[in-house]
């Protein structure tokens, strides 16, 4: 290889390569634009595949960034000091990103060898938090090493095309550095956001490779043009010819002194440090206003490494007209520090601008615009000053005769501290706010050390700035930015666009989010959580406590009809798996469920969270969820739930998914079908998985794919509709039943149960059993074809993302209830002969149509009453049925059959005598009335209704006498609540036959009561 160039307009290989132009050094950029990008693109893939083994989670990102780091550094530094002798530089180029390519591959095999590994020495060495780091540490180096070394090793040999002058190394270094920053900001947002969700892991990886192969061969094709030699770049741009200078930058090895050296290391170690730390800082803070999707992520990620290009371009070409680097690094550093510091005094305003862009641009495919304006607003200037920084850490080396390539040792070694320091410790320990001034503090010390080298005229100008700063860095730590919780993690990205229509204007939610009171607040390693205290008033009632929790902005669990939906979730699975000793709980939520999973005899609850401040939070719930923390057959295990059941071999009766948000990575993995396939694995013979599927949490389409691989994953399912907006999913591999005497035995002889039953007002079987919806193929044939949702695609996380809005789904909803599965069939130990079958189910049908108000599955219970031969509780549920369903002369008719066939049936006249009541046609009610409390006056229901009836008649006297007895049946004998209206009626109708005192005395006691009720 030739180590010159050819004289300005001479031609080369064909070629006549004109110096001066921007053609040749435009292509030149371009390729390693593309080469950057497609290593994002790997990257991207990477840290997914990486994260399905070792977990969603901030420490197993700690590994995979130590492993980064020290491939990188080795990389760089192995060519940079190489780079010197190179002759070829371009050729060396074009053989590293092919190479990238190739060893790329090859690491997909290691890594397969390295995951075989890590799951034979986890029970050895992965119990211990250190045993867990290392070996999710060597996974990461398995799958990360090779690719990294080999694409870091890139910019050094950019640097020495680009380099065609001694004094143009800074320049060169910026573009190289640059560049791949830039490279890597478009791909990183075009990955996460576009060509992930479009074309999966696996197309991402081979677009990637497409694109690494095609900027090898441009490399080779502008070589092959000629293009080759040591700052040929620099040279055909700046117009020079550069044979006198072939040396290239020199890289001596001596130091002025080994103490200026050390702190001279430490202070670019603490600029990596500050550069890594805001980066974790912002990207959780951000979370609260954009969301922690993947594309939400990667846009943020790529905002901060475009930020960081754009200060290396602008600072790089001022590098090497300095007369010394140093006062500008201190400068930059400083006011990179403050910049940061007070950024986070703006996050309420990034939350309002959020708010108001919602309306223009919180539209699927405008959002993530929306997402990346946020992200600049908060963090654009603070790491603007830090990327101007970065050249000039090159020129503060070669200005103490350090090799500037060794600056990225330095910056590796900033980096692992700051993501082992902030990510695991400052953050879970001093919160987002103080660990950014920490974190601020940092860079002021950065900036102190860089003035140690600077020159100044009077000396004591170093000593003031240097104890400005020092003052600086003790209000940093001391008084960290404060923010209201209520607005900024107040979930924008969810409940943004329904707040505004709510509320119709960004001031008028912020008032009523200020009306809130928080309970408890706190940051931990990898979510945010918040409890909310809230008093809901309704017209004339008083206000009635109400507490939320919150994730990161996403309401996870509250109290009121929320209730019923964690209690349920926990009783469900155990009543119809049967006898249970084990049971897995993933995630802890607002501890609800565990307590209610704790009433029933288990032997043990493990319970499996990531983030163990939900546990803190937790005790604020302590009145509804029985404080299950303090419960010894509790076991906690911190831990994203797909990594930890991988590793895990241990078994369950029983594992419930207490809840999804399918747009998250860690929750959206357990839904696929290889996380379906895992869950399963983990159950013993016989053993049950309960999934709760939130109806708000994504659209039509994901919903179907969800329940589509949970039906695709076992041989039995049951579906359980168990509030307006939560199914509750059942599979086993062994056929599931609903057996009610154990069901019955459960709830009448285990007082705990029976007790957290009640406040959800079930106090029978027939109470779980409405909530049946479906089950088997009659749900497969619901959800009909279409797209699994595998590792591979994640179509559900990846539509969810697309559309983060509380959803309807009312359609969906609907076509579930019209397509329902007779019950029936499903139920065991219901009745040894066929008249306590018919007992049952007819007492079943009631609940279907009293409390759940659903006449479609009171049909089939009728039907089945008629193949049972029970003609009379047939036609009276069917009447019933048709009345719900505004068939009143079918209704009538049915009831009037079943008095043909039983003159005295009780629920036959009730329900004619209450029916014409209602209807105003009390003469018509009289007869059925009269005879039912003739028949059956020891219930007061009776007699109330027949009273009332009289009443309406005129019949006062008969009516007080009637009412009266009504409810004295009801306190004394049947120990109930009585009948409030009773004193009306019978003061009204005193006041008729003039017995004045008596009535005045019963509407006093009526509106006594009356005043206490809603309006």
Known sequence: MSDTVQAPGMPVGGAVIRTGSLVVPTIAFAVYLTHAAAAAFLLVAGCRVYALTAGFTAQAASAAVTAFACAAAFGTVFTGV???????????????????????????????????????LWPMLGEPAAGTFALRLALGLALFALPTAIYCASPPLLGRLVTSRPEGVGLSLGFSFGLSLAGSALGLGVAGSLVMPALGLRGTVLLGLALSGLAAAGTVLLRQRGVEGPGIVGAILAGDDIRSWEPGPSEPTEATTTEAAGALGAAMALFAFTAWGLLLIYDRTLSFVIGRSLDARATSAAVFLLALALGVFLSSALTDILSGPFVALAVAMGAASVA?????????????????????????????????????????????????????????????????????????????????AVGLLMIPVFGLRRAMGCVSAVGLWAAILFLLFARFRQRALRTTVALVLIGLVVIFIGWPATWDPRVVAAGLYRYGARALTRYGSVEGYLAARRGTEVLFYKEGADSSVMVERTLQAAPGAAPV?????????????????????????AHIPILVHGPTDSVLLIDLLNGVTAGSLLRHPVKSLTVLEREPVLFEASQFFSSYNYSPAQDSRLVRIKDAARARLLVDPSTYDVIIVAGIDPWLPQSASLITTEGMSLLKRRLKRGGLLALRVPVASAGEPALRAVMRTFAGAFDSILLFRISSEDLLLLGSAEPLQLDVGWMRNVISSSGEVSHDLRRITVISPNEILYTFRLAGNDLRRVLGEGPGNDDD??????????????????????????????????????????????????????????????????????????????????RWVMGECLLQQSDIDGALGEWRGVLELDPGNLDALFSLGTYYMDSHDYWKADPYLEKANRQYGDASVVRYNYGRNLYYLGRHPQAIDELKE?????????????????????????????????????????????????L
Request: net charge positive; hydrophobic share 45%.
């Open 340 to 420: 940061a510091y007070l950024s986070m005094y703006l996050v309420a305003q990034v939350a309002q601008l959020y708010l108001r862009l919602l309306p223009s641009l919180g539209h699927p495919g405008w959002s993530l615009l929306q997402d990346a304006l946020v992200s600049a607003a908060l963090m654009f200037p603070a790491v603007l000053l830090l990327g101007a920084a970065l050249p000039l850490l090159a020129q503060a080396a070669r200005a103490r005769r350090r090799s500037a390539i060794g600056v990225i040792t330095y910056i590796a070694l900033g980096i692992v501290l700051a993501d082992l």
């Open 545 to 569: 406590e109400g507490l939320s929790l919150t994730v990161d902005g996403k309401v996870e669990g509250a109290t009121g009809d929320d209730i019923r939906t964690q209690v349920l979730q």
């Open 966 to 1014: 009504a409810r004295r049946i009801a306190r004394e004998k049947e120990k109930r609540d009585d009948y409030p209206l009773v004193d009306y009626l019978i003061g009204v109708s005193s006041h008729k036959i003039k017995k004045d005192k008596e009535a005045a005395e019963s509407l006093e006691t009526y509106l006594k009561w009356a005043y206490t009720q809603p």
């Open 82 to 120: 190489r780079a010197r002798r190179i002759s070829g530089p371009m050729g060396l180029l074009a053989v590293a990103q092919a190479g990238f390519g190739l060893i790329t591959v090859l690491s997909i095999l290691v890594f397969r060898a390295a995951r075989t590994a890590y799951l034979a």
């Open 793 to 874: 695609r994640s179509a559900v996380e990846f539509a969810s993302m697309r559309d983060l809005t509380v959803h309807g789904n009312e359609p969906f909803l609907a076509a579930l209830e019209a397509a329902g599965s007779s019950i029936v069939p499903h139920l065991a130990n219901y009745g040894a002969l066929p008249e306590e079958k018919a007992d049952f189910l007819y007492n079943l049908a009631k609940s279907y149509l009293g409390i759940a108000g659903d006449p479609v599955r009171g049909k089939d219970l009728a039907r089945e009453l008629q193949a049972l031969g029970q003609t009379v509780k047939s």
